[in-house]
């Protein structure tokens, strides 16, 4: 099935569900595009580093965590770590910058997200020697990263731990690495912005 013809079925199958389950709702739009998120694949060598920070209140118990993957979206290597009380925004920034740290020290080349004062330039002296791209990402299109960001707590008595293997990654972690392979989107669900779509 071609990319396009994956897009049109969901976008039919959505406008179905809605016509079926809100009938009382008018002028529902046919097309949701900017709904549908899925692993990107890159140009044949070049590495894909999914990063996430978590927090628990904000500021409050933090983590974050990185998937490397390669550009078929196979599993390179996974890190998580319990980061203690910070704001989501540091999270976010720490994660990003052990990602970059990795791919570098590895000779990986990553891409990710966001911006804070010295560890911005740290990752921006990260991004000029590895040669690195960064973009930012959807939550539905980051799933991997974010369920190593929040994998360190269900790791009992540890505050770091480090992935080496495909088989050392958790069942839940494995579907979500294959989903990601495999092309499988993800949907945003968001605010319509048709102003004839009315309840």
Not at 106 to 131: C, D, R, Y
Not at 185 to 196: A, D, E, I, M
Request: aromatic content about 12%.
């Amino acid at each position: 099935m071609s990319r396009y013809s994956m897009l049109a079925e969901i976008n039919r199958n959505i406008h179905s569900l809605a016509v079926v389950r809100y009938p009382w709702l008018q002028n529902i739009p046919k097309e949701w595009a900017m709904m549908v998120h899925f692993f990107e694949n890159y140009k044949s060598g070049v590495y894909k580093c999914n990063s996430d920070g978590a927090s628990n209140g904000n500021p409050g118990p933090s983590s974050g965590g990185f998937c490397i993957r390669n550009w078929e979206g196979e599993f390179i290597y996974a890190a998580t770590q319990e980061l203690g009380v910070k704001t989501s925004l540091e999270a976010e920034v720490i994660a990003l910058k052990r990602g970059l740290q990795f791919c570098v020290s590895n000779n990986l080349l990553p891409e990710t997200p966001w911006s804070v004062s010295l560890m911005i330039k740290k990752i921006q002296w990260l991004k000029k020697a590895g040669g690195v791209e960064v973009s930012h990402v959807l939550r539905e299109g980051n799933k991997v990263a974010d369920y190593f960001a929040n994998f360190i707590f269900s790791c009992a008595g540890t505050s770091f731990k480090a992935l080496n293997t495909y088989m050392e990654v958790p069942t839940e972690g494995k579907a979500l690495i294959e989903l990601d392979a495999n092309r499988v989107s993800n949907l945003r669900v968001t605010k319509c912005q048709n102003p004839s779509f009315t309840v």
